[in-house]
């Protein structure tokens, strides 16, 4: 039983954010609180699996919400060429998540089939709720369906020997995190079931949410399935780059031997 390397790729970043948007009922609303957007490779000899794609060029324009570079472009100092991506776990269909779906066309994706229904479903009628998915990353989503090329889990589910997922919802419907095995114990990939590292570890939910009761038992979730509470990895805390050690390039990091300086955001 090999453990895996797991890599932080950041590919974006958007600093013109205030503490508002990133925790509900702050006592500093007006704060500055800037936000990083990763996509994660998990990495075991000739194996290799794709957490999240990022979004595209097109994308950042729609949205005005630039990215420092292309998700391939991001990828490519790992030696991840698109093509060859052959799994992509889809931790929710959000734009930022699921933008680069088009961008790796021989992979299956795993996701939950909470998360298709509810992209899909009625909710969408609601422009809060639509609000972080793109019609052509569910358009995309669907094209692999009827082609074969995703595989829906109800829950907890193995992707492989040492990864597996489990549905926390909360964020979105169909949310999922990623458990993988490393040198440093069972980490937790958690996406956007805790955006920051204040949001788990001071109980301090995110302002996107469609379930609060599922955001907030799914922090105890994401406590049990990792081996430590430092072995948790937001989805979008610029502390990740700080601390954890940089590997291969000035945008990837490195989490599989653990943070070197977990002082950074473990609570007292």
């Avoid at 993988?180 to 204040?198: C, K, N, P, Q």
Wanted: charge should be negative; include cysteine.
């Amino acid at each position: 039983m090999t453990d895996w390397e797991v890599f932080a790729v950041k590919y974006a970043d958007r600093n013109a954010r205030t503490r508002g948007d990133s925790f509900v009922f702050d006592d500093t609303p007006d704060v500055p609180h800037p936000m990083d957007y990763f996509m994660w490779v998990l990495r075991r000899g000739a194996e290799t699996i794709l957490v999240d794609t990022g979004y595209d060029m097109h994308e950042a324009t729609r949205r005005d919400r630039p990215i420092r570079q292309d998700p391939v472009v991001s990828l490519a100092p790992l030696g991840v060429r698109p093509e060859a991506i052959t799994s992509v776990i889809v931790t929710h269909l959000h734009y930022d998540h699921a933008g680069g779906l088009h961008l790796f066309p021989n992979a299956k994706l795993h996701m939950q089939t909470a998360e298709m229904a509810y992209a899909t479903g009625p909710c969408m009628c609601h422009d809060t709720l639509n609000m972080p998915y793109t019609a052509g990353h569910i358009c995309e989503a669907v094209k692999r369906l009827f082609s074969g090329q995703v595989v829906f889990h109800d829950g907890d589910a193995q992707i492989a020997d040492g990864v597996t997922v489990h549905c926390i919802g909360g964020h979105s419907r169909g949310l999922q995190a990623v458990r993988v095995r490393t040198a440093a114990g069972w980490l937790v990939l958690a996406s956007d079931a805790t955006h920051f590292y204040e949001n788990i570890f001071a109980r301090k939910p995110f302002p996107i949410v469609v379930d609060l009761q599922n955001m907030l038992d799914g922090f105890n979730r994401l406590e049990t399935l990792a081996s430590h509470k430092s072995l948790i990895v937001p989805g979008h805390d610029p502390l990740v780059t700080r601390a954890y050690p940089k590997a291969m390039a000035d945008h990837i990091w490195r989490l599989d031997h653990g943070p070197t300086a977990p002082e950074l955001f473990l609570p007292a």
